[in-house]
């Protein structure tokens, strides 16, 4: 009998703590993928974030390193730097990479470091019960915006992609989701894009993934996915943003 | 051959000869010779420099490279230290090895920009959260500074442990003939933790983060037996004069310069003046200083703060002798002249008097 679907040999068999309806073990499944298909688990080097996915090295059967909070791209960038010739990839959550570690993020792009980042946006801080994120929505309620998220105190959403396009070191940015079969092959292959961006040496790569976070939405998993098309997508326009290829 | 540099740069220069080949750094005075030197050298030997975005950054690129096997450093001054603690705190969790110079300047706050000890208590207690230690090293001239660096590297990795090497704004802007004799490496323990790519074996997980109850006991319990090794291995310190001394001064850097000065004076005293000069700082020369304490009738601390290293001569002495504290804070660096009176001041001994009296009139 043939076989069509199976666990990745990268994906460690174990039970994740991640929570129902969540959208990292996705995420990190379609590494997990990308890393067998392409048979790179001798030369690839990751970065957990601090956040949700920071048990990231209890899943994935590679090298892995933690980082502080907001500084998986200055971590990454000493891994590269020793390694130019390794896979080397960060996964960071939207409090991570948005918040804290903002100047990280902008000066690696800036210096087109040859790195790839996988930018899970759920606009929440899951780990921590669910307080505002720098990409929480207007009008979205969190912990730390009860009434919802007013400009007028909290700010606005920050686009990540778009803030990156402008820099010059900045290579590949595309934004994706994980809301649907559809989408998550989309996601797939943005995620080898990034990969093979860096392959390629082309410099900085980042894909965003819009992902649900169902337990501080207050929603189920169906009404998150729903969120995401109807919601976040419009306020995270979903596509590539910048391409060393077009 | 003999060399003029200034502390700054000889510490760069003592990296790339000890095998560093990853520096990263951000401008701040009184450090700044030491990036700059790095920007011009890195480059010469394939290695890599990196102007970071802060210090923040600089220090988790060297937890970066320091993770991937490399021989990684970074170095700033007493606020871009500050700022760095957390990443020390992380390197000291991950159990890294790296180096990190400070070429101490004054505080709190910004403070300014001449010499001070003041970052004595941040250096040897930890500095950033949590129960750890990292190695402290204190040159008191260049030639010391260059040494030390080659040696902290190789302590990092031995111990798999940060070390800082704490100088000050004289130490790093004094320049002074001096040498480079690279010592061949000692046979350090194989980097087989590193980050490589899992080639041929079980991946490697460079992380400080231990939420399983229980598992963060046992690896502090784990740390504080490296920490018990590292203090019963590697103290050093300089003693000069202490045999049947009446008094021992304790100083270390710059204060230790001026306190051999009065040591040399002080031969005209019928009084003996000796000094211990703590080199490790952390782990700090307890035993000697406990041992000093039986024999002498006090003991002197000598710092450019406002008393910090003497919190710690007090815990080797442990009351059996007087402990007294002489310092200067905020740029001010103590003087012999100074120091010798202050000798006057604590021993009860006409002679003292009798020869600062002499000394004051020579001057």
Redesign the interface.
């Known amino acids: 009998m043939q076989s069509i679907y199976e666990k990745p040999k990268m994906l460690i068999d174990t039970a994740t703590h991640f929570c129902p309806g969540c959208g990292h073990g996705i995420v990190m499944r379609l590494i997990a993928e990308i890393i067998d298909e392409w048979g790179i688990r001798d030369k690839t080097i990751g970065l957990a974030p601090v956040g949700c996915a920071v048990l990231a090295y209890n899943y994935l059967d590679i090298d892995m390193c933690e980082a502080a909070h907001g500084r998986p791209p200055a971590v990454a960038t000493g891994i590269k730097r020793v390694h130019p010739d390794r896979v080397v990839f960060a996964y960071q959550g939207d409090g991570d990479l948005a918040a804290i570690g903002m100047a990280e993020i902008i000066h690696t792009a800036n210096r087109a470091e040859n790195i790839t980042f996988i930018f899970v946006n759920n606009a929440i801080y899951g780990m921590t019960n669910g307080q505002m994120a720098p990409t929480t929505l207007l009008m979205q309620k969190t912990a730390t915006t009860p009434s919802g998220r007013d400009p007028i105190n909290y700010g606005y959403p920050i686009r990540i992609c778009e803030l990156l396009a402008v820099l010059e070191g900045s290579s590949y940015l595309e934004r994706v989701s994980v809301s649907s079969p559809e989408n998550v092959r989309k996601t797939k292959k943005a995620l080898e894009k990034g990969f093979r961006t860096q392959t390629e040496k082309k410099g900085f790569s980042l894909i965003e993934i819009l992902s649900p976070c169902p337990i501080y939405w207050r929603m189920d998993a169906n009404e998150s996915m729903k969120y995401i098309d109807e919601e976040m997508s419009s306020a995270f326009p979903l596509g590539v943003v910048k391409d060393w290829e077009n | 051959m003999k060399q003029l540099l200034t502390g700054n740069e000889a510490a760069a220069e003592a990296a790339i000869q000890a095998g560093c080949r990853?520096y990263?750094g951000y401008p701040i005075t009184p450090q700044n010779e030491l990036i700059n030197y790095m920007s011009v050298r890195m480059p010469q030997v394939g290695g890599?420099f990196?102007q970071?975005?802060?210090e923040?950054?600089?220090i988790?690129?060297?937890?970066?490279?320091?993770?991937?096997?490399?021989r990684?450093m970074t170095s700033s001054s007493s606020p871009g230290i500050s700022l760095k603690q957390?990443?020390i705190s992380?390197l000291a969790g991950?159990e890294l090895p790296c180096v990190i110079v400070n070429i101490q300047r004054g505080g709190p706050g910004l403070g300014d920009i001449s010499a001070s000890q003041a970052d004595y208590f941040q250096a040897v207690k930890g500095g950033g959260h949590g129960d750890y230690h990292t190695i402290v090293l204190a040159p008191c001239s260049v030639q010391e500074m260059a040494d030390l660096v080659y040696d902290a590297f190789d302590l990092a990795d031995k111990y798999r442990n940060p070390v800082m090497i704490l100088g000050d704004a004289q130490i790093g802007q004094l320049m002074e003939p001096m040498e480079f004799h690279k010592k061949p490496q000692k046979n350090l323990p194989i980097k087989n933790w590193a980050?490589?790519?899992?080639?041929?074996r079980k991946?490697?997980?460079?992380?400080?983060?231990y939420?399983v109850k229980g598992e963060l006991e046992e690896f502090n319990a784990h740390l504080q037996k490296k920490y018990k090794m590292i203090a019963e291995h590697e103290v050093r310190y300089e003693a000069i004069n202490v045999n049947n001394a009446d008094i021992i001064l304790v100083a270390y850097g710059t204060s230790a310069r001026i306190c051999k000065e009065v040591v040399k004076k002080s031969h005209r005293f019928e009084f003996k003046v000796g000094l211990i000069r703590p080199i490790t700082l952390w782990p700090f020369p307890t035993d000697i200083i406990r041992k000093m304490s039986e024999m002498v009738q006090c003991i002197l601390t000598v710092e450019m703060s406002a008393g910090q290293m003497v919190e710690d001569v007090r815990l080797s002495v442990e009351g059996r002798c007087p402990v007294h504290f002489y310092g200067r804070t905020g740029g001010g660096v103590p003087t012999s002249l100074e120091i010798i009176k202050k000798i006057a001041e604590i021993v009860p001994d006409n002679r003292v008097a009798h020869t600062l009296l002499q000394l004051t009139e020579v001057k």
Request: cysteine-free.
């Open positions: 990853y990263y890599t990196i970071a975005e802060s923040i950054a600089a988790n690129m060297v937890y970066g490279s320091a993770a991937a096997g490399g990684a957390e990443g992380y991950s980050l490589t790519g899992a080639a041929g991946k490697n997980v460079i992380k400080s983060f939420p």
